[in-house]
């Protein structure tokens, strides 16, 4: 966009992609206007204890959580890296703040409500209202369709200079693909819909993946559940291992298969029985609102083509993404160091 020339903008999401978004849009004189369909800002920091009426996530008529906190998390980065660059996550000593170096979650949505309130971001955020269609206009103008969320009604028909789509990536979970899962008896979740470990009391679990989450998760159900069997990547000693520290956890390589009877067969030659297989196996880029005719596409999980992860050369720059790049250094199981780059 041309320095001194004003545009109107829209940005959907609140949370810290589109918040930060919107205050420089802001500071170079635009016209922004933040479609959030939650009742507050915060993105994948809102946490709720509520789940999916398919605790898998890929029946696409289930009712969406956008949330995928489970109640225990705290970040696994000292909070001094994790702030906008001119507006430090320092510990505040007020009521109710967690002033601990890596914090629970509830301090990082305290931390972004405070950037909005600070540069004044909530006056332009339009809460409740989902955004159903974004798509270039014959006139080189953006339509923007949304609808009131607590009543599915359609709210607006709008049009803007440019879009900017910052709508996060820990919503639409992606599974693992398991032979013979369709006969087998047990029960699915995916780490999407996991809050509490209760669920897991005296169950047998096949938790699949070795990122952030199977770490956290697969230590916080082992302290109910009766076993806990990790199936990972990194996995490559070729025998299951029993992780040091834990009497009922092993680490296992890939799943090979699963059958009627409940068992569930390693690539390490190892069988056991289990009652629950709980993937922690990531997420999907999803814009479901958004047509672009095929220009912009999701292929085996990139979004392209994009210029620098942002623009999408046909349609620049009226047209970018803000959040969309993620960074993993990976040492090893129970060694997992992330950062989301916004």
Excluded at 130 to 153: A, Y
Excluded at 267 to 277: F, H, P, V
């Amino acid at each position: 966009m041309a320095q001194n020339s004003s545009k109107n903008v829209a940005v959907i999401g609140a949370g810290s992609a589109g918040l930060v978004t919107a205050r420089e849009l802001k500071r170079e004189g635009h016209s922004v206007v933040v479609f959030e369909q939650e009742n507050q800002l915060g993105g994948t920091w809102v946490y709720t204890p509520a789940t999916e009426s398919d605790p898998v996530g890929i029946d696409p008529n289930r009712e969406i959580v956008h949330s995928s906190l489970y109640s225990s998390l705290r970040v696994n980065l000292p909070r001094e890296v994790m702030g906008f660059w001119d507006y430090p996550f320092v510990a505040k000593k007020k009521p109710g703040r967690d002033p601990r170096r890596y914090p629970g979650h509830g301090e990082v949505l305290n931390y972004l409500n405070d950037f909005a309130v600070d540069f004044g971001i909530i006056g332009v955020v339009r809460f409740g209202m989902e955004v159903g269609f974004v798509g270039k206009m014959e006139n080189g103008k953006w339509k923007v369709s949304c609808r009131k969320r607590e009543n599915d009604v359609m709210f607006a028909n709008e049009e803007y200079d440019a879009v900017v789509i910052c709508n996060g990536h820990y919503t639409e979970p992606r599974i693992a693909d398991i032979p013979g899962i369709e006969v087998w008896p047990g029960k699915q979740i995916h780490s999407h819909n996991y809050r509490v470990p209760d669920p897991f009391r005296d169950q047998v679990v096949v938790l699949i993946g070795g990122a952030a989450s199977a770490t956290d998760i697969s230590r916080e159900i082992a302290e109910v559940a009766k076993e806990v069997h990790i199936s990972s990547r990194s996995a490559t000693s070729g025998v299951p291992m029993k992780l040091p520290g834990y009497d009922n956890i092993w680490l296992h390589n890939m799943i090979e298969a699963v059958g009627s009877d409940g068992g569930v067969n390693f690539q390490d030659g190892s069988k056991i029985l289990a009652d629950i297989i709980l993937h922690c196996t990531g997420y999907k880029y999803h814009f479901p609102f958004l047509e672009t005719n095929g220009i912009v596409t999701v292929d085996d999980n990139r979004v392209g083509p994009l210029y620098k992860h942002v623009f999408p050369p046909t349609f620049a720059p009226s047209l970018s993404f803000v959040g969309l790049p993620w960074k993993v250094k990976f040492r090893g199981f129970m060694d997992l160091h992330f950062k989301w780059r916004t």
